[in-house]
């Protein structure tokens, strides 16, 4: 089939993909027509949208309610990406994210366009914390530190937040101390914010739990971007008014199987993307269930990933540096099962934390509403899942238990099920929740994060601004690609 | 074509595979047999090699030397990977590695072998040393620092041999400070071991040399174990009785020729691999011109980049994770050309380096034995390439020759000729020297930097315990992954 010369896309002008290269003339490099010898066989949509996470599916529904031919192509055999459907003691549970709290507002919004229901974290009871060989108790989700230790506490969170709140969401390299924030550390800035050693390994901890890596891993700069990017600390950490404020009644991933029924047709699986080329005319992309000719493209991935499909011409340097500085988190998330959530009748939430290993977030209750079977769900978080990843659930199941009777007793010595998600084995995510800067690249190549490359946008959570590494950061991405994507065809 | 039942590589045992593997049974994902739908066009060999650099090229050579079938197949139209010709002034030079040392006892056999011939690095005269905005000026390589300076200098250098001379290299991960030194930058240390601000730059600007990446970007067991792989800092730092005493009269990159001719049609250009699948019986490696059945694969590439390969099954999470925490450096080396070195005449021996951007080997001499042309060569490294990549070559010979200028005096504004290689816009490199363990990977998943995959077996430099990121690592790990390959048809 040869080019046609005057199609749709040939609205979109030499000049306006300059300026989506975000290149001088001089690095243009787009050939003028260059796929005919490929695209013999290939279909066409008018955008090929890569990945069918909450980020992709968003920027093909957006897409297609504009009336656009879109076609999303995922490797899987299911939607949902990050979201995954679970079943444990014969219940559908959801094993990748599941949460959704209040200023998390496109999510929340979805969720109530597809009739979907919202249950509160249950929190009622004493939750037990661990920090430095101690453990606390107290009630809901407070951590029951003494007087002086709740004080440096705050103190240091207080620091935090005066560092991450200036920062400005869309461009946090722009700020006067980029360079110093950028070239540290989380873990040392720490280490000189606070004399107290309790307190370290359990913001350490922390740090582990909300960003799957660990603080000696990540920018400071990143960091201080991520907090504002959700809100703030105490937003990321918490449950009651904050991130982890509601479940789906209905799980998660029936929010991703609602968008993907909107989308019928359109929605292709078992299309794991290979390839994507493009000229002056049109992008081709080949994936292993067929080739797609388009207008645009949206990769949707997550961004490391992103640069392990072959592109012709080659991915820009600075994207390319981009991705390999930015390693996806390491996490494993387990659920287990109990006829009955027996702790409720002992006090307790199920709300259990520490600063050791494997586990900072060892449990919360994830009891359904009507009172059984009693579910409990936790995570190993960075440094502590890449030692897990690649092992027996068997072996990962005895260590969770282990750790379950240590703070609740024998009676969760015998759970009927287990069940866990290796997400670093999951060859289409490698890793979960989401992916983490390196120090000193925020300020060198983290200005590309969103730049388009010819006719390519990018979409996933990472590229949020808002919600960065949420699902409600996902569909803002997805929002973003798809009006930047219609912007081009006016 | 059916799978033969009765083939050589039946000899290797299931529980031969399993030991390959590193994994128990249980974790066993090879198919018993899978590949017949897909292999019936592929051509058989022994053994594939995937990539065309000096690991590669060491690998196929050993194996054709002990009578088995090999293939060599290459992504780019050339051979010898991050080794790379090019041209100023009508001369070729190398634009990628070039240098020898005395310990690089690997390389410097294959030189003699070929019968080519080392010139020494010229330094007779004044080198000019920037550090802390003074210049210094001595004979030879030396630092011309005044005595305090010199001597703090040098406690800094022995507290780091100190602490590299005991490194295992097979395991770094074993000794007892594994976890303090890999969970805390290099930028940390040298901060913590010298107050002295301007040796302090001196340091992060040598560390940028050698590892093109900066110092708060590398775990310090990661650089502690790189400073003993290639000895220690005199060694990796210094020309003469050095690293970088020799290069090659011919050009290293006829090496890589001159192995590549004696492996003849076993070589392939322009094949690149985007797949490779393994079952219990073979591995089936897809190029861009052909499909290969074989034995075993050894894939010989840059390490970040070896993930970019789809296998089936997919890689164990631990491969994947060190991938994703070993970025390529950033690096653009560039040669400069007058009509003759006139800097000599000026008591210079055209060495330059400096703690500022954008360059902190601006220039060393490379002009050939017949004294002309001049010819300078000096390189961008660490953030500064990331800056600069990308970025056209008329921008960057500005900046260069205005260093230049800037040291050497008014005639260097006009040189005859300029050329340069951006590697990190290289699709096949996506950087230069070689790749960096970023803070917390080493103890984690550093010990599977050489494990086979089942009938995968790596090589690269990156996988080298001796002289890890030089040619002379790169040969050593063929000759290592040669040795695997043939130990499992004994």
Not at 23 to 44: F, K, N, V
Not at 248 to 267: P, Q, W
Request: glycine share 10%; charged share 25%.
């Amino acid at each position: 089939m040869p080019i046609e010369k005057e199609k749709k896309s040939a609205t979109v002008s030499r000049r306006e993909l300059l300026r989506g290269l975000g290149l001088g003339t001089a690095a243009l490099a787009l050939p003028e027509l260059s796929q005919t010898a490929h695209a013999a066989d290939a279909a066409h949509a008018d955008v090929v949208i890569v990945g069918a996470g909450f980020a992709g599916l968003m920027a093909a529904r957006t897409l297609q309610r504009a009336g656009k031919k879109v076609v999303l192509l995922e490797a899987r055999d299911r939607v949902g990406g990050r979201v995954k459907a679970g079943k444990i003691a014969e219940r559908a549970v959801d094993v990748g994210g599941m949460w959704v709290g209040p200023t998390q507002t496109r999510l929340l919004e979805t969720i109530k366009e597809y009739g979907l229901h919202l249950t509160p974290q249950f929190e009622k009871g004493k939750n037990i914390f661990e920090m430095g060989h101690k453990r606390y108790m107290a009630e809901g989700e407070g951590l029951g530190l003494d007087k002086e230790t709740e004080a440096e506490y705050e103190r240091v969170v207080r620091e935090l937040t005066k560092l991450s709140d200036p920062i400005p969401l869309a461009a946090p390299w722009t700020i006067a101390r980029a360079q110093e924030f950028d070239d540290m550390t989380v873990d040392e800035w720490f280490r000189a914010t606070t004399k107290d050693k309790g307190l370290l390994e359990f913001f350490r901890a922390w740090t582990r739990a909300i960003c799957t890596a660990d603080a000696y891993q990540i920018s400071l700069l990143y960091f201080l971007f991520y907090l504002k990017s959700g809100d703030n600390f105490e937003m990321l950490f918490g449950f009651e008014n904050a991130a982890q404020a509601w479940t789906v009644k209905e799980t998660m991933h029936r929010v991703a199987g609602k968008i993907a029924e909107e989308l019928g047709d359109a929605v292709m699986v078992g299309a794991a993307v290979r390839a994507i080329s493009q000229d002056t005319a049109s992008v081709l992309v080949e994936s292993d269930k067929r080739k797609w000719r388009a207008d645009f493209a949206i990769v949707a991935m997550p961004l490391p990933l992103s640069a392990r499909i072959n592109y012709q011409p080659p991915l820009p340097p600075q994207r390319d540096i981009l991705a390999q500085h930015m390693p996806m988190g390491s996490v494993i998330k387990y659920w287990v099962a109990y006829e009955k959530p027996w702790w409720r009748e002992k006090g307790f939430n199920g709300m259990l934390q520490s600063d050791e290993a494997p586990s900072q977030f060892i449990a919360g209750d994830g009891t359904p509403e009507e009172g059984k079977p009693g579910l409990l769900v936790g995570f190993m978080e960075g440094h502590h899942a890449m030692n897990w990843t690649g092992k027996s659930m068997e072996e990962r199941k005895k260590k969770v238990v282990e750790r379950l009777v240590s703070f609740l007793g024998a009676e969760a010595a015998n759970p009927i099920d287990y069940e866990d998600q290796d997400w670093p084995a999951d060859p289409w995510s490698r890793g979960c929740y989401g992916a983490s800067m390196t120090p000193g690249i925020m300020t060198t190549v983290g200005r590309v994060i969103r730049e388009p490359y010819g006719r390519i946008h990018w979409a996933g959570s990472e590229t949020s601004e808002r919600w960065m590494g949420y699902i409600d950061g996902a569909i803002r991405s997805g929002d973003r690609a798809a009006a930047e994507t219609l912007a081009r065809y006016k």
